[in-house]
């Protein structure tokens, strides 16, 4: 049994999805924090679905984030497309040959995003930043992950990035990557079974009305497990709230393209949903 999350700014409201449409409200029975620390967050899921009322939703409205103080983390360079586009941007630099080796290495790169206040959600704004020149999405499939390091959801994630400023340098990745507005997931989190390798990921930027760029991979392109991922994560780590942890990405814009404030990227997770955002300058 499967279940999708939707949090507003009031409220939490459930899906099963063995009964799509029918949302029940759980907000007096749920806490995202609870939900990371449970030994089985789909008991906690579907108690809380049982306990709450039948209400109404327009799962296309704005909507926050679905977490609580849990962190978000993200790999890199686990999709081919992903470990190209890397090479490219440090060329110059010198520093293409890391991103070679990480991506036949046992150990994965992993990085820190994003606290919980620094996330944003459905239809709201993320950003890139004034002193960058070159900027792109990243549609990654991400994680979710209990206390115990127990994969049990996902969700969709946009994970924003200055190819500009993590070119120049390796060592700038963090100011690459976190910033204010530089993370997004929703548009909900789905407790229960994982996409199959055939599940596709897809992406779509609107400038103006019409479409800049497009493209679409599959999760069976990921070149790391799942529990693989979540395992190197907590190696060495804990984390008390649980965590979210992007995978990859496998959509990369040509290096010709970069996002310009006013534009509007929407990923689409097959069994998942659409995020979208539309971006602004901080």
């Known amino acids: 049994m ?3 999350i939707f949090r507003t700014n009031a409220s ?4 099963n999805m063995d009964s799509p449409g029918v949302f029940r409200d759980a907000t007096d029975h749920f806490s995202f924090n609870n ?14 679905y049982r306990e709450g009322s039948e209400a109404s939703f327009n799962s296309e409205s704005a909507l926050a984030p679905p977490i609580g103080d849990q962190e978000v983390w993200a790999a890199g360079v686990t999709y081919f497309r992903s470990r190209t586009a ?34 944003r959600g459905h239809h709201d704004k993320v950003a890139i930043r004034s002193d960058s020149t ?9 994680l979710a992950i209990n206390s115990e390091g127990k994969v049990f959801g996902h969700t969709v994630g946009n994970d ?16 690459a990557k976190v910033y204010t507005g530089s993370c997004a997931i929703g548009p909900c989190l789905v407790v229960g079974e994982s996409p199959g390798p055939d599940s596709s990921i897809s992406i779509e930027i609107q400038r103006n009305g019409a479409t800049v760029f497009a493209g679409e991979t599959q999760v069976s392109q990921l070149k790391r497990g799942f529990d693989e991922l979540a395992g190197f994560l907590f190696r060495s780590n804990e984390f008390c709230h649980g965590a979210y942890l992007m995978t990859g990405t496998g959509v990369v814009p040509d290096s010709d393209f970069t996002l310009l404030a006013g534009d509007q990227v929407s990923i689409t997770i097959e069994g998942i949903g659409t995020l979208t955002n539309v971006v602004e300058v901080v």
């Open 134 to 142: 070159w900027d792109v999405p990243e549609p990654e499939l991400t």
């Open 12 to 15: 939490i409201l459930i899906e």
């Open 160 to 175: 924003m990035s200055s190819r500009s400023i993590e070119g120049e340098n390796p060592l700038y990745l963090p100011q």
């Open 86 to 119: 890397r090479m490219e941007e440090a060329e110059t630099a010198g520093g293409d040959v890391f991103y070679d080796k990480v991506y036949d290495a046992e150990r994965p790169e992993l990085f820190f995003k994003a606290t919980a206040p620094r996330t």
């Open 35 to 48: 939900l990371f620390t449970s030994p089985s967050p789909e008991n906690y899921t579907g108690s809380a």
């Open 2 to 4: 499967s279940f999708r």
